[in-house]
């Protein structure tokens, strides 16, 4: 019944500056936009990979008191490759280290301070032993 993630939202400060460092910084390609009567961008969907999205949308973001949302988290093929181009596109990424589920991981903030981490899955990781258990692999 269900296939998997298919997109995160957010509504960011400065549409244009968000969409540049998803895209610039970070690597993600451009979809699509959406746009108002007027022909104006409001809203852009970036792609992560696979079937999966971002989704960002022009607005005042508000920090939300007790909710639940911590991070959004992008797999990458190579934890030193992604954090050493990111980092050379501006990106204030930290040093990777190894998390409780056995993969690397790394952190940065994008302009409006949400946090993305990236993981890097390895075959020993708690991940690929769940996923073969579920039939994934």
Same mark, same amino acid.
């Given at each position: 019944?269900?296939?998997?993630?298919? =997109?995160?939202?957010?509504?960011?400060?400065?549409?244009? &500056?968000?969409?540049? !460092?998803?895209?610039?910084?970070?690597?993600?390609?451009?979809? !699509?936009?959406?746009?108002? $009567?007027?022909?104006? #961008?409001?809203?852009?969907?970036? =792609?992560?990979?696979?079937?999966? !999205?971002?989704?960002? !949308?022009?607005?005042?973001?508000?920090?939300?008191?007790?909710?639940?949302?911590? =991070?959004?988290?992008?797999?990458? $093929?190579?934890?030193? &490759?992604?954090?050493?181009?990111?980092?050379?596109?501006?990106?204030?990424?930290?040093?990777?280290?190894?998390?409780? /589920?056995?993969?690397?991981?790394?952190?940065?903030? /994008?302009?409006?301070?949400?946090?993305? $981490?990236?993981?890097?899955?390895?075959?020993?990781? &708690?991940?690929?032993?769940?996923?073969?258990?579920?039939?994934? #692999?």
């Amino acid at each position: 019944m269900i296939k998997g993630l298919s =997109h995160v939202c957010f509504t960011v400060a400065d549409l244009e &500056r968000s969409i540049a !460092f998803y895209t610039e910084t970070v690597g993600l390609r451009h979809a !699509f936009d959406f746009t108002n $009567e007027e022909g104006r #961008r409001t809203g852009a969907y970036l =792609h992560l990979g696979a079937r999966t !999205f971002l989704e960002l !949308f022009q607005g005042s973001p508000k920090k939300t008191e007790g909710g639940s949302f911590r =991070h959004i988290c992008i797999e990458v $093929e190579s934890m030193d &490759r992604a954090v050493s181009e990111m980092g050379s596109r501006g990106a204030e990424v930290s040093e990777p280290k190894v998390g409780s /589920d056995g993969n690397p991981q790394a952190w940065l903030s /994008d302009p409006d301070g949400n946090r993305i $981490e990236l993981h890097e899955l390895r075959p020993e990781g &708690r991940q690929e032993e769940a996923l073969a258990r579920l039939g994934e #692999r």
